[in-house]
């Protein structure tokens, strides 16, 4: 079946401006994640979204970076005012989010330079 | 604290068996993971491990983990020129749903 999308693969934009990132889980997935991977910092979690609970946003590393998840499915990252440290690839993750399986299917990425 | 470390780089002959191995340091963890990652490409979940088994095996692919020492290991065998990419060792925490990644191990592997 399909797996986790995510758009656009690309994004350059200006400091300053506003960026918005996409996420497609798979189908049927009740819990999503969203890293980032950047060379100085690895991969690190920004935010968790399960079902209808409130959102774990204990990663996001500042108030500029917000996400939300409409209808249970499609999630957006938000990054305002885009800062040069901001690059990196963003990786969503969806999984089944009932308590047997923990596993965590990544989609390809969105590449994100701040010029 | 959450902290996963790696090697940085295993290079290896094709045909010969390559270990990946990972030390964490929370003994909370409930599962362990392994994830490939090609270039340019998102994570391939390769295996994952719950924290109350000592080996999963999986075709090419075992997993042993030593809770005591909390060391994790990824055995490839028969190591092919396909399997050259960047492997990462994850793990998630009992109550916290995020994974913790390590800086991942790159593997060459020589024709």
């Known amino acids: 079946g399909a797996g986790v999308s995510q758009s656009p693969s690309n994004k350059v934009t200006e400091k300053g401006k506003d960026v918005e990132l996409r996420c497609d889980p798979i189908?049927?997935?009740?819990?999503l994640y969203w890293y980032r991977q950047s060379l100085g910092q690895g991969l690190e979690f920004l935010i968790y979204?399960?079902?209808?609970?409130?959102?774990?946003k204990s990663g996001l590393p500042s108030d500029r970076f917000s996400a939300e998840r409409t209808g249970g499915s499609v999630s957006t990252l938000t990054i305002q005012r885009t800062q040069q440290e901001d690059s990196a690839v963003y990786l969503c993750?969806?999984?089944?989010?009932?308590?047997?399986?923990?596993?965590?299917?990544f989609g390809p990425g969105t590449r994100l330079t701040v010029t | 604290g959450e902290d996963v470390e790696q090697s940085l780089f295993l290079s290896v002959r094709e045909g010969d068996s390559s270990v990946i191995n990972c030390t964490y340091t929370?003994?909370?963890?409930?599962?362990l993971y392994w994830y490939k990652q090609e270039p340019g490409a998102g994570l391939q979940l390769l295996t994952y491990?719950?924290?109350?088994?000592d080996m999963k095996q999986d075709q090419r692919l075992t997993v042993l983990l030593n809770k005591k020492d909390k060391h994790l290991s990824l055995r490839i065998a028969d190591t092919q020129t396909g399997d050259s990419a960047i492997y990462f060792c994850?793990?998630?925490?009992?109550?916290?749903?995020?994974?913790?990644f390590g800086s991942g191990t790159r593997l060459q592997v020589q024709p």
């Open positions: 979204f399960q079902g209808n609970s409130a959102p774990d």
């Open positions: 993750a969806s999984s089944p989010g009932h308590r047997s399986s923990y596993e965590q299917y």
């Open positions: 929370d003994s909370s963890s409930t599962y």
């Open positions: 189908s049927g997935h009740t819990a």
């Open positions: 994850a793990e998630s925490i009992r109550g916290r749903r995020a994974l913790t």
């Open positions: 491990i719950f924290s109350n088994m």
